[in-house]
């Protein structure tokens, strides 16, 4: 379904989430906050509808898409679920994780959400407003971050609106999420190994500490999971990593001791880095200045899930991102 109208802007109340959830019945795209960002909600079992998240995107079609389930007896009926694959849920469900798992074959979602892949990207969110629209459609939702494709993650409706405006059918207004940051992605291998695809708010420690020791390749030769394109997460202009004082011409973002124009954290808390990353790249993005510089971030736990989202915004896009 494509738009033809501004977006309408609704708290996620038992009104914006009736609107909400006709829309999505409708086929229709919502954007909902998550604990991690906003996502681009659209109903996952039917292709139009999944072709109505791509269009908003621009995003390209090799790329998965997420599924987020309230609970775990939903996601059972999209994948098969392993000893591994419990473990995990029973751990960190409902939260910031997602998990790459064999596609059922009689699994009643659209083939785009798989990307052509015969897996599925599953998630259980956490955040009350997401939960409450998942309950109120009865739905499997396909949701990746509301932005076009590509660009900085929203973590707030006005930076879903300054990227997707009227592309997207309606917003729900939940403030500023929580995390800031996309959900961890591991994908679960046959061989009984495991490869964490994306890093995120859980790390690799918090994840081998229920698996155990795996193969921990955050990139892959071929797409898995949403994320990982080599550009991702950019904000239009070229950015500098590793930077302790500005150039001519540059916007910095600090952490800890260095200080910019605007800060991740002024008292090098990771997590609270992670939280306002995307706030301080759109906030470079609107500035004057035509380059982005960023302060060193330490490469240990979040701080890991931080700078890849910036290598990834530093890159020079691909064809086809």
Same mark, same amino acid.
């Given at each position: 379904?494509?738009?033809?109208?501004?977006?309408?802007?609704?708290?996620?109340?038992?009104?914006?989430?009736?609107?909400?959830?006709?829309?999505?019945?409708?086929?229709?795209?919502?954007?909902?906050?998550?604990?991690?960002?906003?996502?681009?909600? *659209?109903?996952?079992?039917?292709?139009?509808?999944?072709?109505?998240?791509?269009? *908003?995107?621009?995003?390209?079609?090799?790329?998965?898409?997420?599924?987020?389930?309230?609970?775990?007896?939903?996601?059972?009926?999209?994948?098969?679920?392993?000893?591994?694959?419990?473990?995990?849920?029973?751990?960190?469900?409902?939260?910031?994780?997602?998990?790459?798992?064999?596609?059922?074959?009689?699994?009643?979602?659209? *083939?785009?959400?798989?990307?052509?892949?015969?897996?599925?990207?599953?998630?259980?969110?956490?955040?009350?407003?997401?939960? *409450?629209?998942?309950?109120?459609?009865?739905?499997?939702?396909?949701a990746p971050s509301a932005n076009r494709s590509g660009g900085v993650s929203p973590t707030c409706a006005a930076h879903v609106m300054d990227s997707l405006g009227n592309r997207v059918d309606l917003i729900l207004d939940g403030g500023e999420t929580e995390r800031g940051l996309e959900s961890t992605i591991v994908g679960l291998r046959d061989d009984g190994t495991w490869a964490l695809l994306r890093p995120g708010p859980l790390t690799e420690t918090d994840i081998a500490g229920v698996l155990g020791a795996g193969s921990s390749a955050v990139y892959s030769a071929r797409i898995e999971a949403p994320g990982q394109l080599a550009s991702h997460y950019a904000p239009g202009k070229p950015v500098r990593l590793n930077v302790t004082e500005a150039r001519e011409g540059e916007f910095l973002i600090g952490f800890g001791a260095v200080v910019g124009q605007v800060s991740l954290s002024g008292t090098g808390d990771l997590a609270q880095a992670a939280a306002r990353l995307y706030a301080c790249l759109h906030l470079a993005a609107a500035a004057p200045e035509r380059l982005i510089a960023v302060a060193p971030v330490p490469d240990e736990g979040i701080g890991s899930a931080i700078n890849d989202r910036l290598q990834r915004a530093a890159a020079e896009p691909q064809s086809g991102s």
């Amino acid at each position: 379904m494509e738009p033809t109208k501004p977006s309408k802007v609704h708290l996620p109340d038992d009104l914006g989430l009736a609107v909400a959830a006709q829309v999505i019945a409708q086929g229709g795209t919502v954007a909902v906050p998550t604990e991690t960002v906003y996502g681009l909600a *659209a109903r996952a079992d039917q292709d139009e509808a999944v072709a109505g998240i791509y269009r *908003a995107k621009g995003r390209p079609d090799f790329n998965p898409l997420i599924v987020h389930v309230p609970d775990v007896t939903a996601a059972q009926t999209y994948a098969l679920f392993d000893d591994r694959a419990k473990a995990l849920a029973q751990a960190f469900w409902p939260g910031p994780l997602t998990m790459v798992l064999p596609r059922r074959k009689d699994a009643a979602l659209a *083939a785009a959400v798989s990307a052509g892949l015969p897996t599925v990207a599953l998630r259980c969110p956490a955040h009350l407003a997401m939960r *409450a629209l998942l309950l109120r459609c009865g739905l499997p939702l396909a949701a990746p971050s509301a932005n076009r494709s590509g660009g900085v993650s929203p973590t707030c409706a006005a930076h879903v609106m300054d990227s997707l405006g009227n592309r997207v059918d309606l917003i729900l207004d939940g403030g500023e999420t929580e995390r800031g940051l996309e959900s961890t992605i591991v994908g679960l291998r046959d061989d009984g190994t495991w490869a964490l695809l994306r890093p995120g708010p859980l790390t690799e420690t918090d994840i081998a500490g229920v698996l155990g020791a795996g193969s921990s390749a955050v990139y892959s030769a071929r797409i898995e999971a949403p994320g990982q394109l080599a550009s991702h997460y950019a904000p239009g202009k070229p950015v500098r990593l590793n930077v302790t004082e500005a150039r001519e011409g540059e916007f910095l973002i600090g952490f800890g001791a260095v200080v910019g124009q605007v800060s991740l954290s002024g008292t090098g808390d990771l997590a609270q880095a992670a939280a306002r990353l995307y706030a301080c790249l759109h906030l470079a993005a609107a500035a004057p200045e035509r380059l982005i510089a960023v302060a060193p971030v330490p490469d240990e736990g979040i701080g890991s899930a931080i700078n890849d989202r910036l290598q990834r915004a530093a890159a020079e896009p691909q064809s086809g991102s």
